[in-house]
């Protein structure tokens, strides 16, 4: 089992609707989650970190589910501009040391 | 504005031929990273330094090698570069006394191989 498993997609979603990721990590003893963005032939860069109480931002909303040992991203109103690769990412051993996601293809169409 | 710089963004080498990429910022972090990422794959941790400890995965080939001269820069020295080295190879930074330790990151070297 991976570390960090998400689905590659790609997830083709009309523009204005919603869409859902879901991540699963392996380490139980994990205890820092994030969703990072990643444009085409860029670099990743932090769209939200996942607080236990569950996070909104805009139009996002991060869960985090320990017993299952999930993490959700749901987008609302979805605009072209979504379009990227988004990357869930968890630590290791230490708060400094990152696992990531293969992360999940997001398309959105007009 | 405070940033993680690397250059050069692309860099053409030949089979074999020693190459370094370089990585500087100014966020004055204690950790630098060096990730090698390929198309539709995670990026893949190579080494981290901690100040001037110096982490190396496990599984990185004996090929890639680093410094951290200073704070600012570090460097990723591939000394005989082959085909499956070809790759983004991205350095991010951050400061690990903070809640939750957001990596910034640099925009890329684009590494081909020929």
């Known amino acids: 089992r991976k570390e960090v498993e998400q689905d590659p997609g790609p997830f083709n979603v009309p523009e204005g609707a919603t869409v859902a990721f879901n991540c699963t990590y392996s380490?139980?003893?994990?205890?820092?989650f994030f969703w990072y963005r990643q444009d085409c032939r860029k670099e990743p860069k932090l769209l939200m970190s996942?607080?236990?109480?569950?996070n909104e931002d805009g139009r996002f909303t991060a869960q985090l589910n320990r017993a299952s040992q999930y993490i959700s991203l749901l987008i609302r109103d979805s605009k072209l501009s979504d379009s990227a690769t988004y990357l869930c990412v968890v630590n290791k051993d230490s708060n400094y040391q990152l696992i990531w996601g293969a992360g999940t293809k997001l398309i959105i169409k007009p | 504005d405070a940033m993680v710089i690397q250059n050069p963004r692309y860099q053409v080498t030949q089979f074999g031929k020693p190459v370094t990429l370089s990585c500087s910022q100014t966020?004055?972090?204690?950790?630098m990273y060096w990730y090698q990422q390929k198309s539709s794959q995670a990026p893949k941790l190579l080494f981290h330094y901690y100040d001037k400890d110096f982490n190396n995965e496990a599984d990185t080939p004996d090929n890639f090698q680093s410094r951290r001269p200073n704070t600012s820069f570090c460097f990723l020295d591939i000394r005989s570069p082959g085909l499956g080295d070809a790759a983004m190879y991205l350095c991010?930074?951050?400061?690990?006394?903070?809640?939750?330790?957001?990596?910034?990151f640099g925009p890329g070297t684009r590494l081909t191989v020929l």
């Open positions: 996942v607080y236990s109480s569950g």
């Open positions: 991010a930074t951050t400061q690990p006394d903070r809640a939750h330790n957001e990596q910034f």
């Open positions: 966020l004055n972090h204690n950790v």
């Open positions: 380490n139980s003893a994990s205890q820092s």
